[in-house]
């Protein structure tokens, strides 16, 4: 309801109180006033029931989201929704409303992360971190210090190590075996397609100089046809079966991590790229669920995706599950990513294709796609983009138009003519920013300027009238939408060499970044009469932020910080 129709009904109430009040004082005729009684009761149980809010957000600088209405003042909350927002909210306070002052701070509709491992994610927090690791001696003495914690047959795992970070020099197992040799470790690269296994680990998966490389994946070995230890794309899926499975309490307990980082960065909803084991979890857990989750499982469990919606239908507004994730490639910096060209510092390879088998695949989508099930298909490479663009044209062409909405996750590397195929056909470019403040480093090493150019072309995108939303592939990078709105503003690097961008031309606004996290992904889950703006009858999902980012320094968002966050009206969290 309008904020004018609030305003009608409540003052409307006060005159017919008054009406009755005046009639009484002059006639005193009850009969007739049990007339007037009687029509107010009507009026009061046949139109919408009380309309006082039961929160009210004033005092703020709140950008709605909403064009049509993009600045207010305060929020109205009753139950999970917005009542109303606007400027003068005294026709929706009652003695009973709960009142915040926002004190002119920052309001956003709450962050939407298009792409994540949220439950890996929580496992991350409680694990080894080498993200930040910058030498040989540093990650070997990270993980001997780390081990000395750890029982005899336990596992080791997480890192998100960056060889990149050192020079390029991949790590192999003989740099920890020798303070390792009685703990399996295995240690990912923080793109997820690569990790370093200890010669434990390669033991316990029987994997030897004999073992050939599997379909869709790469054994490193020396010169010798020794194995390295490290093992590429779905080669690590030969040491996955010897990792003992998580429990139950464990996955309870890496989710609660999880959501409690989430809370603390604004981020209220996530799309996540999950296995069947995350979507059971987050099932189990939905009453504790302190944000929105739209899970996408992993392509592999097809079969179980469409008999689960056809039992159980697409969820609800806090837990839905009508996606499915697939993959085509791996990454750049792992040289996976499919490419048409070979790689520049290793022409023997243009990566791979990690649907080892493309006909069975393309059955996998089209019968994904007859189930009315929502496909987002991981495609870095530009053979890669090309290979799922074309298909997504021909299933089209096959099954006829609908709104389908299919992704891509990452989009990362696009030639010129692919790049406009995503606004003609209806496909989302689901991106995650902050990967440039790492890739960027070092991409030139892998691939020429052409390609470059290519990559990550956030304004070219949006110019060209596709729907472009953000996200971070939590744990590739940081969760934090902060860090990925600075990165898509400024595309500056770690390295600090593009003081004004890299690739400067494909900058974006502010508040085209705040749409990239808000509607637009809204949007690209199916949600955006529900979520990504603040307006009337929408749900109460917002985030309080310390600084204006539309008018301060760029450089100044990864000092702002947030200050409250809600998600169906209630608080998750408040600094």
């Given at each position: 309801?309008?904020?004018?129709?609030?305003?009608?009904?409540?003052?409307?109430?006060?005159?017919?109180?008054?009406?009755?009040?005046?009639?009484?004082?002059?006639?005193?005729?009850?009969?007739?006033?049990?007339?007037?009684?009687?029509?107010?009761?009507?009026?009061?149980?046949?139109?919408?029931?009380?309309?006082?809010?039961?929160?009210?957000?004033?005092?703020?600088?709140?950008?709605?989201?909403?064009?049509?209405?993009?600045?207010?003042?305060?929020?109205?909350?009753?139950g999970n929704e917005i009542l109303a927002v606007g400027i003068h909210y005294?026709?929706?306070?009652?003695?009973?409303?709960?009142?915040?002052?926002?004190?002119?701070?920052?309001?956003?509709?709450?962050?939407?992360?298009?792409?994540?491992?949220?439950?890996?994610?929580?496992?991350?927090?409680?694990?080894?971190?080498?993200?930040?690791?910058?030498?040989?001696?540093?990650?070997?003495?990270?993980?001997?210090?780390?081990?000395?914690?750890?029982?005899?047959?336990?596992?080791?795992?997480?890192?998100?190590?960056?060889?990149?970070?050192?020079g390029g020099v991949l790590p192999t197992k003989e740099w920890i075996d020798s303070f390792t040799a009685d703990i399996p470790v295995f240690l990912g690269r923080l793109d997820g397609h690569m990790a370093l296994a200890n010669s434990k680990a390669l033991e316990l998966a029987g994997i030897t100089s004999k073992t050939p490389n599997p379909p869709g994946g790469l054994i490193a070995k020396n010169k010798n046809g020794t194995p390295t230890g490290i093992l590429r794309d779905e080669a690590m899926e030969l040491i996955s079966p010897f990792i003992p499975e998580n429990s139950p309490e464990e996955l309870d307990t890496a989710l609660q991590k999880a959501m409690s980082y989430a809370a603390s960065i604004g981020v209220t909803q996530i799309h996540d790229m999950c296995s069947w084991e995350d979507l059971q979890t987050y099932a189990r857990n939905k009453e504790k669920l302190t944000l929105r989750i739209y899970a996408l499982p992993w392509y592999t469990n097809w079969k179980k995706i469409i008999k689960y919606n056809d039992d159980n239908g697409f969820g609800d507004d806090k837990l839905r599950w009508n996606g499915m994730k697939a993959m085509m490639d791996g990454s750049l910096g792992s040289r996976t990513a499919w490419m048409h060209d070979p790689y520049k510092d290793d022409p023997k390879t243009k990566g791979l294709v990690v649907a080892t088998d493309t006909i069975e695949f393309r059955k996998i989508l089209r019968e994904v796609d007859k189930a009315n099930i929502q496909i987002a298909v991981h495609a870095i490479g530009t053979r890669a983009n090309e290979w799922i663009l074309d298909e997504f044209d021909a299933i089209k062409k096959e099954h006829g138009?609908?709104?389908?909405r299919p992704r891509v996750e990452h989009a990362q590397h696009l030639t010129p003519q692919d790049m406009?195929?995503?606004?003609?056909?209806?496909?989302?470019?689901?991106?995650?920013?902050?990967?440039?403040?790492?890739?960027?480093?070092?991409?030139?090493?892998?691939?020429?300027?052409?390609?470059?150019?290519?990559?990550?072309?956030?304004?070219?995108?949006?110019?060209?009238?596709?729907?472009?939303?953000?996200?971070?592939?939590?744990?590739?990078?940081?969760?934090?939408?902060?860090?990925?709105?600075?990165?898509?503003?400024?595309?500056?690097?770690?390295?600090?060499?593009?003081?004004?961008?890299?690739?400067?031309?494909?900058?974006?606004?502010?508040?085209?970044?705040?749409?990239?996290?808000?509607?637009?992904?809204?949007?690209?889950?199916?949600?955006?009469?529900?979520?990504?703006?603040?307006?009337?009858?929408?749900?109460?999902?917002?985030?309080?932020?310390?600084?204006?980012?539309r008018v301060i320094n760029p450089d100044d968002i990864l000092n702002t910080h947030v200050i409250r966050t809600v998600v169906d009206g209630k608080d998750v969290y408040v600094k």
């Open positions: 309801m309008a904020e004018s129709e609030l305003f009608f009904h409540n003052g409307y109430y006060y005159l017919l109180k008054y009406i009755v009040h005046q009639y009484l004082m002059k006639t005193g005729d009850l009969m007739n006033i049990r007339i007037i009684i009687l029509l107010a009761i009507f009026y009061l149980t046949s139109c919408e029931p009380n309309q006082f809010a039961d929160k009210i957000y004033y005092n703020g600088n709140i950008w709605t989201g909403n064009p049509n209405r993009p600045s207010a003042e305060f929020i109205a909350v009753k005294t026709s929706l306070q009652s003695p009973k409303t709960e009142m915040f002052d926002l004190e002119g701070e920052f309001v956003v509709p709450g962050f939407m992360d298009n792409h994540t491992h949220f439950i890996s994610g929580g496992f991350q927090i409680m694990s080894i971190n080498l993200r930040d690791v910058s030498s040989k001696n540093d990650f070997i003495n990270r993980i001997k210090e780390y081990v000395q914690h750890i029982s005899p047959g336990q596992w080791v795992q997480g890192g998100d190590w960056d060889h990149e970070m050192w138009e609908r709104d389908r406009k195929r995503f606004s003609a056909n209806g496909v989302i470019a689901s991106m995650q920013p902050t990967s440039i403040y790492d890739d960027a480093a070092w991409a030139y090493k892998r691939v020429d300027d052409s390609i470059l150019e290519g990559t990550y072309i956030f304004k070219s995108l949006l110019d060209d009238g596709a729907t472009l939303t953000f996200g971070s592939d939590w744990t590739v990078t940081t969760l934090d939408p902060l860090m990925g709105i600075f990165t898509a503003v400024t595309r500056k690097t770690r390295d600090g060499k593009n003081p004004d961008g890299w690739y400067p031309k494909e900058k974006i606004s502010v508040e085209d970044a705040l749409r990239c996290y808000t509607i637009n992904s809204a949007y690209a889950g199916f949600q955006e009469d529900k979520l990504g703006t603040l307006e009337t009858g929408k749900l109460a999902d917002f985030v309080v932020l310390s600084k204006d980012l």
